[in-house]
């Protein structure tokens, strides 16, 4: 059904504006008490096998909400609803944005992928972390809160500028991401080089701790897909060293060529991010490539082409604790998550794993034993 409705209306429609109405009618249905129950019910059944911990938090399931999508956390609940267990919102950044001019995301509906250009439009950290102070939670969901460099901020002052961010929003997050891999911003993924990962890093951790003080926010790095594989294994060893709590692998990637992309040039040739499918390759060597070298010592989050349960899987098995989605969900609609939730819990009581942990990293054990 929704594919059709795809086909017949959204395909049709800019897909900045299709993304604003179908917001806007996800947070509608989460306003009204009846209907968001109803919604739940059908789109977000639990299974009790797929309970996870990641940080120390508990959460329903694995799968959440890839920042991007509710960039200045209006729709929490609304993406609870549809049985995201957690919801990373943002990128945010200290000062309100609007990002770069449109048109700037585009469909390779061919390829089941987005290139968006977005550029951080965002309404900026203090209203962000104003509304999440406001906020009365109708579902019981993990949030983490996703922080970017703004713009015309020079990268001399790109610590003082997240640390800005950090310490409106820390007391807010679950836990905090600190975002060096957008293409999108000029200059940002010149942060993912150590030399300055280490100073920004620091810098977040000391004023999350300043400014949070009843418990430890945790603290993960998002890296690009395009990392030298010696440049992962230098943010795996910064990671380990500095004692953050996670990895998130991958953004977008500005990689075109050999992705096999079969939409045309006036589509590909766009700059921007791609994501979705034509990145799951290489998210997947990414995260392969992270956990052989962290093993069980930091959280890793599988992001990145995941189109489904088998995809999801394969990212639990490579090491990933925590997986999320965001451009099959787009193509996919709202039953999207309920599907890829019901595969995850058939592959584990298929697999010879008792919960959905110990299959965490089981890919490389395996090998390590034969």
Known sequence: MYRF??????????PERAHHLAFRWIRLAARVPVLRTYVAAVLAPRHKALRTEAFGLRMHGPFGLAAGFDKNAVAIDGMAMLGFDHVEIGTVTAAPQPGNPRKRLFRLVED???????GFNNEG???????????????????????????VVPETEAVADY??????????????????????????????ATEALRPLLTAVREAADRTVTGRRVPLLVKIAPDLADADVDAVA????????????????TIAREGLGLRSGPELTAQTGGLSGAPLTTRSLEVL?????RVGDRITLVGVGGIQDAEDAWRRILAGA?????????????????????????ERLAASPYATLAEAVGAEHREAAAR
């Open 5 to 14: 409705f795809f086909r017949l209306v959204f395909r049709r429609m800019d």
């Open 237 to 252: 060893d910064l990671a380990v060293e500095l004692g953050l709590d996670g990895i998130i692998a991958t953004n977008t």
């Open 163 to 192: 640390v800005t961010s950090t310490e409106r929003l820390a007391g807010h997050a679950d836990y905090l991401v600190v975002n060096v891999s957008s293409p999108n911003t000029p200059g940002l993924r010149d942060l993912q």
């Open 125 to 151: 950290s203090a209203a962000v972390a104003a509304r999440l102070a406001a906020r009365r939670e109708t579902f019981r969901t993990t949030v983490g809160v996703n922080i970017g460099k703004t713009k």
């Open 288 to 292: 392969r490539r992270l956990y052989a």
């Open 321 to 345: 604790t925590l997986i999320q989605g965001y451009s099959a969900f787009i193509y996919e609609g709202p039953f999207w998550s309920r599907s890829l939730h019901r595969g995850l819990a």
């Open 112 to 118: 089941g992928a987005l290139i968006n250009r977005m």
